[in-house]
Nanobody, 126 residues
Framework: QVQVVESGGGLVQAGGSLRLSCVASGRTFSSYLMGWFRQAPGKEREFVTAISPSGITTYYADSVKGRFTISRDNAKNTVYLQMNSLNPEDTAVYYC???????????????????WGQGTQVTVSS
């Protein structure tokens, strides 16, 4: 079974930065797409960013372009989410996820993902 564990969440002030980490185990990490989603209170879970197995291709939601950066270190089985210029609207529980298969159609679709982490809380104060 594949296990996904996020870490790095916390409380920061608007304009600040935070770096989230996600470790996935149980298979060859470098063969799979990795993605980040978030869910704010009263809202549905939404796509944030994703990165191809090799790390060459990245995908971002319009709301985070230019502020967030996704990267991966396949040697450490870890994907990172660097978040800069944070604002209160970024407050949410952030989830790391990966598909069951190596093939994928739409990295922005949450239904493409099968294994999910427990989530890590990010709170941005104004």
């Amino acid at each position: 079974q594949v296990q996904v564990v996020e870490s790095g969440g916390g409380l920061v002030q608007a304009g600040g930065s935070l770096r989230l980490s996600c470790v996935a185990s149980g298979r060859t990490f470098s063969s799979y797409l990795m993605g980040w989603f978030r869910q704010a209170p009263g809202k549905e879970r939404e796509f944030v960013t994703a990165i191809s197995p090799s790390g060459i291709t990245t995908y971002y939601a319009d709301s985070v372009k230019g502020r967030f950066t996704i990267s991966r270190d396949n040697a450490k089985n870890t994907v990172y989410l660097q978040m800069n210029s944070l604002n209160p609207e970024d407050t949410a529980v952030y989830y790391c996820a990966t598909p069951r298969k190596i093939y994928y159609r739409d990295p922005r679709d949450q239904h493409e993902y099968d294994y999910w982490g427990q989530g890590t809380q990010v709170t941005v104060s104004s």
